[in-house]
Nanobody, 122 residues
Framework: QLQLVESGGGLVQPGGSLRLSCTAS????????IGWFRQAPGKEREGVSC????????NYADSVKGRFTISRDNAKNTVYLQMNSLKPEDTAVYFC???????????????WGKGTLVTVSS
């Protein structure tokens, strides 16, 4: 059984922090680039961050740069998204996706999680 499961979402006040987790079962994340995406109510899905499979290089959307940090723990087969200084506009369902190709683009994703909801109030 191959799956990705996100966790860590919840309700947080502006300026607060959350850490999201993306854990793989049935395959190893070592060979995948892992992307975080989000979809706000009534809006299209957008890319948030990506960590490569090879050298662990990372990139971020301009809207989250300096506030979010993506990291990988291969021993736990998990990728994290640390979210600090959260803003109301960060409210969305956050998805992780595993990419065998070392790029984080939705059309190239091999596996998707079902998402975890992050709500930033006021």
């Amino acid at each position: 059984q191959l799956q990705l499961v996100e966790s860590g979402g919840g309700l947080v006040q502006p300026g607060g922090s959350l850490r999201l987790s993306c854990t793989a079962s049935g395959f190893t994340l070592d060979y995948y680039a892992i992307g975080w995406f989000r979809q706000a109510p009534g809006k299209e899905r957008e890319g948030v961050s990506c960590i490569s499979r090879n050298d662990g290089s990372t990139n971020y959307a301009d809207s989250v740069k300096g506030r979010f940090t993506i990291s990988r723990d291969n021993a736990k087969n998990t990728v994290y998204l640390q979210m600090n200084s959260l803003k109301p506009e960060d409210t969305a369902v956050y998805f992780c996706a595993a990419h065998r190709v070392d790029r984080c683009r939705p059309i190239w994703a091999d596996y998707w999680g079902k998402g975890t909801l992050v709500t930033v109030s006021s």
